[in-house]
């Protein structure tokens, strides 16, 4: 017995050996600390500018995954193979308005699912730093570059190239201004800026980033004729004697032989409070362009309170595109001396106090002042337009100096396809006292096609001024007299018929022409309620009965397919460049 006790001891110890040594040989899991991140804390800047929310990480066990959140929603996530420390970084552009801020959360999770704490990192909206300004006078000689982080101020005539004389080019250059760049007339020097001939302006904005040129003004305080305007100079033809000046003797000096001159780019442009007279009906534009070939682009323009035209055409071929005519003092669209460029989507936008005393008109168009029969004729090509006058309603104010949604005269050939002209006294006047544009009219050279001209109901033939004797009278779209004088302190007016052939009325003629109209009202046509308000809507609706949806442009050179009248349909081509308030912006700090 006492041997059998003394065996199985010898066991149990032997089995108590073995245990311990398996026990020793089996190691214990370890256990790794949950993953750290550090950051550089609070990220702050401008809005617009890119900062860079960076995060570096501490994961022992492996790093599986990082997790980012921009107040509260998801913002950047990113999987990870099991790296111990990572660098997490992601660029983010600044939103909002100055004093305000958004908050990023880090969180990190490890190959063992363990989690990080939760790590902010704020980003304020900084203040924008003002802008130096620069004073830019004289001749630019070289090619030169303006950029965005500058404000450029032109003190007098500031001439791209140099022509001091008649044909005598002696320098060119190209001035090429970044998107999101500010330009300020100086009122004291009227500054303006003039591309000679053979130099270029290449200015191309963005939808974001419009490129500005405006008064030097604050907010507020700003006017029609602050300052002078953008004038380009090209080497197309003209009707003119050989290389003209133009008006205002200020060496502003075009023409040519070259049809496809280039003088640059400008896309994406806003033009304000420009316009200023030198000498008894000679001024400056908003838009100068003299002899400008078709090389050139001009394409999303904006000139607003222009004191005298907002966009004028000396001869030249350039072809435009989505031009905004706000709230100009004298003509919106004005065209001479033998223009043969086709321009397709234009707004012509007016307000019922501004107006000029030499008559404002939506289009106005000669072949010259003379009327003459020099070729090249005026004959341009305009196309999907839309001339809002300021009249919407009987009670709106109109000044007595708004004349005709379309003056075209002096031995124009102009051709006019898909507009739509409202709000003027009248709508359409072929005037021939110099020249005959109504032999034009009813020789088919000069064309309106596709034209709705909308009164208002009820405003009759005394809606107007007592001037006007009912010539004008508003409910009567197309002109059926010429004026020949107007003579005494009652504004006698003596008037003869207008006839397109032989006994054949203007408005009859007119309306003869597939596809125009003269509405009394313009209730059907699809046209918003709030066109004329301060952010005007400019798209159309379907009408059932009046609709300006559904007239198909012919095929024409140089222009798109629509199926509309006026310039816009179902997208407003303004949206997001365009300011209809400019005088509340600030540009300048």
């Not at 032989?502 to 125009?516: H, L, P, Q, T, Y």
């Not at 007239?551 to 081509?573: C, I, R």
Request: net charge neutral.
């Amino acid at each position: 017995m006492k041997r059998l006790q003394t065996n199985m001891f010898k066991v149990f110890a032997m089995l108590a050996i073995a245990v311990v040594t398996l026990a020793g040989c089996q190691k214990e899991e370890e256990v790794f600390p949950a993953p750290t991140i550090s950051s550089s804390g609070t990220l702050a800047g401008i809005p617009g500018a890119t900062v860079t929310v960076k995060a570096s990480i501490n994961a022992p066990a492996g790093i599986k995954s990082v997790t980012v959140l921009k107040n509260g929603a998801a913002f950047d996530s990113k999987i990870f193979t099991g790296e111990k420390t990572a660098e997490y970084s992601k660029d983010y552009v600044i939103e909002g308005t100055v004093g305000s801020s958004v908050t990023f959360t880090v969180q990190v999770t490890d190959v063992k699912n363990q989690v990080s704490s939760l790590v902010s990192i704020p980003v304020t909206v900084s203040v924008v730093p003002p802008k130096s300004i620069i004073d830019v006078e004289g001749v630019i000689k070289t090619n030169t570059t303006w950029t965005k982080d500058k404000i450029y101020r032109l003190k007098g005539y500031v001439r791209v190239g140099e022509e001091p004389t008649f044909g005598n080019v002696t320098e060119t250059a190209t001035l090429t201004i970044q998107a999101g760049t500010v330009i300020i007339g100086d009122k004291a020097t009227k500054g303006t800026l003039v591309v000679q001939r053979g130099s270029k302006l290449i200015a191309e904005g963005t939808v974001a980033e419009p490129i500005v040129f405006t008064s030097a003004e604050g907010i507020g305080s700003r006017s029609p004729g602050d300052w002078g305007g953008v004038v380009i100079c090209g080497k197309a033809p003209n009707n003119l004697t050989g290389v003209a000046e133009l008006e205002g003797g200020y060496k502003g000096f075009h023409g040519g032989t070259v049809a496809n001159d280039n003088s640059g780019s400008l896309k994406y442009v806003r033009i304000e409070y420009a316009g200023i007279p030198l000498n008894p009906n000679q001024e400056i534009n908003s838009l100068t362009m003299g002899s400008v070939g078709s090389g050139t682009k001009i394409e999303y323009i904006m000139t607003s309170f222009g004191l005298d035209d907002s966009f004028e055409w000396f001869g030249g071929t350039v072809n435009c595109k989505y031009l905004v005519a706000f709230k100009g003092t004298d003509d919106d669209f004005d065209m001479d001396n033998g223009y043969s460029g086709t321009i397709q989507f234009g707004l012509g936008y007016r307000d019922g106090n501004l107006a000029d005393v030499s008559g404002s008109n939506g289009f106005e168009i000669d072949n010259d002042a003379a009327g003459s029969s020099l070729a090249p004729f005026t004959s341009a090509t305009l196309v999907n337009f839309s001339i809002i006058g300021a009249k919407g309603k009987s009670s709106d104010y109109l000044d007595a100096n708004f004349q005709n949604g379309a003056q075209l005269r002096r031995n124009a050939k102009v051709k006019v396809y898909n507009t739509f002209m409202t709000g003027y006294p009248a709508g359409l006047y072929i005037d021939s006292q110099r020249g005959s544009a109504k032999t034009n009219a009813a020789n088919g050279e000069l064309i309106v096609k596709n034209v709705v001209i909308a009164g208002t109901t009820g405003w009759g033939t005394t809606g107007f001024t007592s001037l006007n004797s009912g010539l004008y009278g508003f409910g009567v779209p197309v002109v059926d007299e010429e004026q020949i004088a107007r003579t005494g302190a009652t504004g006698t007016v003596a008037t003869r018929p207008i006839e397109i052939g032989a006994g054949v009325k203007a408005s009859d003629w007119f309306k003869a022409i597939a596809g125009n109209k003269m509405l009394t009202s313009t209730a059907n046509t699809g046209i918003s309620s709030a066109l004329w308000s301060a952010r005007p809507t400019l798209t159309l609706t379907a009408s059932t009965s009046e609709s300006l949806i559904g007239t198909a442009l012919p095929t024409l050179p140089n222009t798109d397919a629509t199926d509309f009248v006026g310039a816009f349909k179902s997208t407003d081509w303004t949206a997001g460049w365009a300011e209809f308030n400019p005088n509340s912006v600030l540009y300048i700090k």
